[in-house]
């Protein structure tokens, strides 16, 4: 077992870089020409999309739910069962409540003020947001109700009040020794090259339900926190990080390169498209994660003040991220600047005022923080 007194920083650190990834995935939506967003400019982009849309989204929330596992292991070692839910319901329940009712509508009302003519006052629009119908779910860019971005708590807490009994039972001398089992066959190679990948593609295609596939990200959390409870699994990895790097990144500069340069052959066999995909929804995610991983242990394994800092506003900062990035996108779309002088202006800009946000008005009172997910501020600081 990882001891669990060991601070693991490197969890923290990937889950930092994942939220700032966030930043450069969703101002490229505004930019996107295939899929529906809150706002979108008059002149889209395919490079700004394969950049920081493709090359991201094939494996980036995949990799928030194994580090949730992995951080789900390390709470359990020191908490009950009853203990965890209480836990969970303060850090995912509130704010995916609170979020949903102050941070998301302004989303909705910019989306259908975006997408159409719409005129009305923000205040006399709101009580529509409300109005829930299942239509509407997928109209979340054109006033209808949604979670947005929130999705992602939402299928969290969710996925660790299903978890937590098998979880639990890990926790036992039993379920240690089918941790063993689990873990023994999961580092041979035939069954981490290819058969646990393998298992992964009809899991792949089970249907989205709220912003995401359920099936597919739950089996990622559960890898985390398998992860976390048997050093020889980590240690495989480490020792394949070179390989599991190649074996995700190459294949997918392949993909999206062909796929921006329109090369893939018109006549292609079905079954090599087939072939393609599968190993783009499901290998690519596996293998690219779990160097991410190995190579985060090596490299990553420490703190300084710059992670202690954004570790604990990682959350907040995700919470409020989006819909700063959609106010400000509102405003930039109609400035007659060029693609790349707009995105650029967004990102940075909604940076920026994501973090003051968290700093100014969240981090500092001990109200904001609880409606945000966070412990309550200590009394030594200042």
Known sequence: MIATSDRQYYIDWLRLIAVFLLFFYHTACVFHPWDNFYIKNDQLSPLITYIFIWAVGHWHMSLFFLLAGASTYFALQKRSGVEYVKERFKRLFIPLIFGTLVLIPPQSYLGLVNHSDYSQ????????FFHLQTADMDAFFLGGFTVGHLWFIMHLFIYSLI?????????????????????????????????FPALLIPISKFPWIAGGNPLFYITFFVIGFILMSDHRFI????????????????????????????????NMPVWVESITSEYRNAFVPWFFILSLIAYGRRFLNFSNR??????????????????????????????????GVKYAIILASSFIVTVLAYDILVRRTNITRFLFGMKPQSKKKV
């Open 121 to 128: 006052s923000f205040i006399s629009w709101l009580p529509n």
């Open 235 to 266: 240690d495989r990895i480490d020792r394949y990080r070179l390989v599991l790097l190649l074996l995700g990144v190459v294949p997918l500069i392949g993909f999206i390169t062909m796929d921006g340069a329109d090369f893939w052959p018109s």
């Open 306 to 339: 710059f992670l202690r800092y954004f570790a604990e506003g990682a959350y907040p900062i995700y919470i409020l991220h989006n819909t700063v990035i959609i106010i400000i996108a509102f405003f930039v779309v109609q400035w007659s600047f060029g693609v």
């Open 163 to 195: 978890s937590l009994p098998i979880f639990l039972y890990f926790k036992r001398e039993s379920g240690r020794r089918w941790i063993k089992r689990i873990v023994s066959l999961l580092i041979q190679p035939p069954v981490l090259f290819l058969l």
